[in-house]
């Protein structure tokens, strides 16, 4: 596809379990970043992968996420032992190279519920 | 912490006037200013930037201002439409090292609705 794709787009899920979460980025992209939104806030960094590179995880809030991004393409974010505070938009963003001044493009988001 | 922050979280004009949104920050490493534009459902979308060696940048209805040393940028839309309603981020980014890579920091985001 021509954009940044995510999946799922919704999901739902009780409280201690885990869940992953998907991100295809735009072809080519070498930066791919995972924001969320809570309610009421900003987006909020949690992790950047650039290449070959060590991510910078320095915005995961807890070591229950994770995140790993394979060949260099797909990216998968996983939520351990899930909290309701993690109830968020998860949004996932390429980039082409490591410039500041090249955009990152957004995916549409999974909109997280931890009930 | 909020490094970024947008204090009106709803704007209301009507079609044809000047929309202004506003925006905060307090980090002085900052030294590239982003718009973003979000509808329901979708991932926020680029819309315009300015680097702090400049305190202006305009393209077509948009023009964004940047003023240092009070650390505050806003956003203007003339003449604001129907379409424009969103909601629009403000993101702040720095050269922080070698593999921090330009991450955004976000405001809380404002909402736009215009009125026909």
């Known amino acids: 596809g021509a954009g940044v794709s995510q999946s799922p787009s919704n999901k739902v899920t009780e409280k201690g379990k885990d869940v992953e979460l998907r991100c295809d980025p735009i072809?080519?992209?070498?930066?791919l970043y995972w924001y969320r939104q809570s309610l009421g806030q900003g987006l909020e960094f949690l992790i950047y992968?650039?290449?070959?590179?060590?991510?910078?995880k320095s915005g995961l809030p807890s070591d229950r996420f994770s995140a790993e991004r394979t060949g260099g393409s797909v990216s998968t974010l996983t939520i351990q032992r899930t909290q309701q505070e993690d109830s968020a938009v998860y949004l996932c963003?390429?980039?082409?190279?490591?410039?500041?001044?090249?955009?990152?493009?957004f995916g549409p988001g999974t909109r997280l519920t931890v009930l | 912490d909020q490094q970024v922050k947008q204090n009106s979280p709803s704007l209301s004009v009507q079609e044809g006037r000047i929309s202004i949104l506003n925006c905060d920050y307090t980090?002085?490493?900052?030294?590239?200013f982003l718009w973003y534009k979000k509808y329901p459902a979708e991932g926020p979308t680029f819309l315009i930037s300015?680097?702090?060696?400049?305190d202006k940048n305009e393209d077509g209805r948009f023009t964004v201002f940047l003023n240092k040393s009070a650390k505050h940028l806003s956003l203007h839309i003339v003449p604001s439409q129907p379409g424009d309603s969103a909601v629009y981020f403000c993101?702040?980014?720095?050269?922080?090292?070698?593999?921090?890579?330009?991450?955004?920091?976000f405001g809380e985001g404002t909402q736009l609705t215009v009125n026909p």
């Open positions: 963003a390429s980039k082409l190279g490591r410039s500041l001044y090249n955009e990152q493009f």
């Open positions: 072809s080519g992209h070498t930066a």
């Open positions: 992968f650039q290449g070959n590179s060590a991510p910078d």
């Open positions: 980090n002085s490493m900052f030294d590239y």
């Open positions: 300015i680097s702090s060696i400049k």
């Open positions: 993101a702040a980014s720095a050269l922080t090292g070698e593999t921090s890579g330009s991450r955004l920091t």
